[in-house]
């Protein structure tokens, strides 16, 4: 079992519209949580960081953490072509001391 | 703002080089990270370390080796480069380990 899972997609929304993006953590653990976004070509960049459970919003981004059911889930509302991208799920668990990656889901808003 | 550079963009080399990937961060970070990314398999750790001279093997160690000499600066070593090690190879660095890794821009490596 992978420590983190995430749907590959690819997932396509209509601009404008609420994109739901999902993973799920083995290590129950595990205590922080981040979203990156990665351009294609380019390298991961840090979009959310979430450490308890519940929601966390930042401008157009909401990151939902859910320690009881293992899962952190991404919103990006109003969703524009520029959010087209691959986000990848991060956790942090003190038990492996390491940082898990998620293989990413790319994310196509269509204009 | 965190600041991570990689020594090059793109770089070329031939099987059986000595190959140096350079890294460097210019906020005084405790943790810096090497991965790769492939297409498919995701980002892969090859080494870390929490602090100047000390290293640890990540899930992929095989065929590199690191140096951190300063702070600041983190080495990633190809000690004789093969064709599988053509990847993209990703520096980050943390302030502590368990808050977030800042990456570098990335530097693509094909070895012919």
């Known amino acids: 079992q992978k420590e983190v899972e995430q749907n590959s997609g690819p997932l396509s929304v209509p601009e404008g519209a609420i994109a739901s993006l999902n993973c799920t953590y083995s290590?129950?653990?595990?205590?922080?949580f981040f979203w990156y976004r990665q351009y294609s070509g380019k390298s991961p960049e840090l979009i959310m960081s979430i450490y308890s459970n519940g929601d966390k919003e930042d401008g157009r981004f909401t990151a939902q953490l859910n320690k009881a059911s293992q899962y952190v889930s991404l919103l990006i509302r109003d969703s524009q072509p520029s959010d087209s991208a691959t986000y990848l799920c991060?956790?942090?668990?003190?038990?492996?001391?390491?940082?898990?990656f998620g293989t990413g889901t790319s994310l196509t808003v269509i204009p | 703002d965190v600041k991570v550079t990689q020594s090059s963009r793109y770089l070329v080399k031939r099987t059986g080089e000595k190959v140096f990937l350079e890294c460097v961060q210019d906020?005084?970070?405790?943790?810096m990270f090497w991965y790769r990314q492939d297409p498919g398999l995701g980002l892969r750790l090859i080494y870390f370390?929490?602090?100047?001279?000390?290293?640890e093997k990540g899930d992929i160690p095989e065929g590199y080796s690191v140096s951190r000499e300063k702070k600041e600066r983190f080495s990633l070593i190809l000690e004789s480069a093969s064709t599988n090690q053509t990847s993209m190879y990703l520096c980050?660095?943390?302030?502590?380990?368990?808050?977030?890794?800042?990456f570098g821009d990335g530097t693509r490596l094909s070895i012919l």
């Open positions: 370390s929490y602090d100047v001279k000390m290293k």
């Open positions: 980050a660095s943390s302030l502590l380990q368990n808050q977030p890794q800042h």
């Open positions: 290590d129950r653990v595990s205590q922080s």
């Open positions: 991060a956790v942090f668990s003190w038990r492996g001391n390491q940082f898990y």
């Open positions: 906020m005084d970070h405790e943790n």
